[in-house]
């Protein structure tokens, strides 16, 4: 994510623990359908889950439009939303089987909420790492890391290399491989709209470091085998147990961490695409030491660096989002635009659909003669959700439409605006 932009400290992004399955071999490809081709077949049926959506019990702790939503310890922990009127950050959990809410510490002590910036989370087992910065000039950034522990509702700070410096200029990303954290980072922001300033930028490298958890220590810079130009788009980044998966427009590469060295995959079954801010055809979903591409219906074994179909109904690939961010754990599986597979079974279905509509058409104002209000385009309305072994959790977004709020079932605050309403659905036995 990119640093040069000035935002509220909260978390970004979701990032969901994975379910530990262990898939036998050969069932992606028994699939109900049969095996699927990259293109003509409309892959395997998909039933409809029997599932509904219920509201949570009420509770003054709720946040408002969390960022991040993950579970983790028998809760789903929510961070970055904010509470009451006064839009102050906050944090909570919420724990299904009891229906019941508690507050969470949100940050750690020594971050400063005012001046300190949280730029993405990571999830590592049941703990929670987040990636922040700390401006200490106009030009260069203090790296913060720090980790959650559930069950103690308690932070550390995570020591960083003091080789790991960047600028208000940088890209910085943390995700998770397996049980080590990986920190991305690289030159990327530039105005490559204005052709003068893109015809000046230069490559870069794209530099990664692994921390192990468990020793608490870090490896030396991974740096990428190439240098990325940043008007061409960033590059597709998964991590995966033991390695980190690297796509740039025209290669592949694979980072090992027994030997910390890249790879290229020269198998690969589908095309790359060598076209600005669209390199790779589809970002992939990491899931019990295998890595799922959707769109291209395939999925890598980093292992043994092979590759096998994964066949996914075409209603998935065409449905329209509802949830923020795709590829969350749930049940056995993972969803992909509301559908959700179970890799034991080798099955698809339908999870429920949110409340409320689709899309949303929210009224703005526009500083033109006799026109006073003009209605905007249709917008998806995006849910952040999360999945568990048995559960899938939801949250509505907040919103200042008041039809779009009575469709959603909230009540407005005094301020006029509608809150997030949170729901649970239980999956079935």
Not at 242 to 271: C, I, Q
């Amino acid at each position: 994510m990119a640093q040069g932009k000035s935002r509220a400290p909260v978390i970004a992004g979701v990032v969901i623990g994975a379910v530990a399955v262990a898939v036998a071999a050969g069932a992606l490809v028994a699939l109900k359908g049969g095996p699927v081709g990259l293109t003509g077949d409309l892959g395997p049926t998909a039933s409809v889950m029997d599932a509904s959506w219920q509201k949570t019990a009420a509770s003054e702790v709720v946040p408002s439009d969390p960022d991040t939503i993950m579970w983790a310890g028998g809760r789903y922990l929510l961070f970055g939303g904010s509470c009451g009127e006064d839009s102050a950050d906050c944090a909570a959990s919420y724990d299904p089987e009891k229906d019941k809410w508690e507050q969470i510490a949100n940050l750690p002590p020594d971050w400063d909420s005012d001046t300190d910036t949280v730029e993405d989370a990571a999830q590592v087992g049941d703990f929670v790492y987040i990636l922040g910065w700390r401006e200490v000039s106009e030009t260069e950034l203090k790296l913060l890391l720090a980790s959650y522990d559930p069950a103690k509702d308690a932070w550390a700070e995570v020591a960083v290399p003091d080789t790991l410096v960047f600028t208000a200029d940088d890209y910085l990303d943390i995700f998770a491989a397996g049980d080590k954290v990986v920190l991305q980072g690289a030159f990327y922001e530039a105005d490559c709209e204005d052709e003068t300033i893109a015809a000046t930028v230069k490559p870069a490298d794209v530099n990664f470091w692994v921390y192990d958890p468990d020793a608490k220590t870090w490896s030396d810079n991974a740096k990428a085998p190439n240098q990325l130009n940043p008007c061409d788009g960033a590059p597709t980044t998964l991590g995966v147990d033991g390695h980190v998966y690297y796509s740039s427009r025209t290669n592949v590469w694979l980072l090992d961490f027994a030997t910390m060295k890249w790879s290229v995959l020269d198998n690969v079954p589908f095309e790359l695409v060598d076209d600005t801010y669209n390199n790779h055809p589809d970002d992939g979903v990491a899931y019990d030491g295998k890595l799922y591409f959707s769109q291209n219906r395939q999925v890598f074994d980093p292992a043994t660096k092979t590759w096998a179909e994964f066949p996914v109904p075409q209603a998935a690939l065409e449905a329209l989002e509802r949830f923020d961010v795709s590829g969350f754990t749930v049940g056995n599986g993972f969803e992909v635009n509301g559908y959700a597979v179970d890799l034991p079974a080798g099955t698809w279905a339908k999870l429920p659909t949110p409340p409320g509509p689709e899309t949303s058409v929210e009224e703005y104002e526009v500083e033109e003669v006799d026109e006073d209000n003009v209605e905007g385009e249709a917008e998806p309305v995006l849910w952040s959700a999360a999945g568990s072994p048995t559960t899938l959790f939801a949250c509505s977004p907040s919103t200042s439409d008041q039809s779009l709020g009575e469709a959603l079932g909230v009540t407005a605050n005094d301020n006029g605006a509608y809150p997030s309403a949170c729901y649970v659905a239980k999956l079935p036995k």
